[in-house]
């Protein structure tokens, strides 16, 4: 299995309500990371977890909350978010934090639509 | 902390054209550089990598880049471009973050 999976594809969400969007990988990759994408930018850079712990936080709003429940899983949870957070939600794996020898292995992305 | 910059926003080219694009890196110790390709509406993919050896990478789809290290540039090269290889091209070094990006639309 050489995929990140992340579910749901697509989420519109109301202001007030709370979701998580989930990303998967089984490749054995110690390095999960959480990007957002407006249209026609970069990936932003948003959350890294190194073995299972947050190793980097780029000064996320508390409104987006990471968990990584093991080796093979990555959750945001999302609560009380803005219309301008709306945005593609990309996750990533790699062998080692940090892009190193191999690159990124992305997920297709959640699209989210906060209204 | 290591950065690239890509300087070509927008690129427009006819099918069959040569193709060129810049990439370069601030970092001055040893780096590791990448380009990705996302497709519209698809996720990025790893094009090609530099890590050492041969400072000229071949990637997929026909794609190469060159490092210089004199010019601290990674520039992506194709031959003759394709209408299907109208996408965002994005490069990045090692760590964590990636370039502007460079939109490529290649007409028919």
């Known amino acids: 299995d050489t995929e990140v999976t992340q579910t749901p594809k697509h989420l519109v969400m109301g202001m007030t309500n709370k979701k998580s969007l989930k990303c998967e990988q089984h490749?054995?990759?110690?390095?999960m990371y959480w990007y957002k994408q407006k249209a026609k930018k970069p990936p932003e850079l948003m959350f890294v977890?190194?073995?299972?712990?947050?190793?980097i936080n780029e000064s996320v709003p508390s409104r987006f909350s990471p968990e990584c429940p093991n080796s093979s899983l990555l959750n945001l949870h999302l609560h009380a978010l803005q219309p301008e957070d709306s945005a593609l939600y990309l996750c990533?794996?790699?062998?080692?934090?940090?892009?190193?020898?191999?690159?990124?292995?992305f997920g297709s992305g959640t699209r989210l639509t906060v209204v | 902390a290591q950065s690239v910059s890509q300087h070509n926003h927008h690129v427009i080219l006819s099918e069959a054209a040569s193709l060129e694009l810049g990439c370069n890196y601030s970092?001055?110790?040893?780096?590791?550089l990448f380009w990705y390709v996302q497709y519209p509406g698809q996720h990025l993919q790893l094009l090609l990598k530099y890590f050492s050896g041969d400072p000229l990478v071949k990637g997929i789809k026909g794609f190469e880049a060159e490092f210089i290290k004199s010019k601290f540039s990674f520039n992506l090269r194709k031959p003759s471009v394709q209408w299907s290889d109208t996408a965002e091209y994005f490069c990045a070094v090692s760590d964590m973050r990636f370039g502007a990006g460079t939109r490529l639309t290649v007409k028919p």
């Open positions: 970092y001055g110790g040893t780096v590791n």
């Open positions: 977890y190194s073995y299972e712990k947050l190793s």
């Open positions: 990533a794996s790699s062998q080692e934090t940090g892009q190193r020898l191999y690159g990124y292995t």
């Open positions: 490749m054995g990759h110690r390095a």
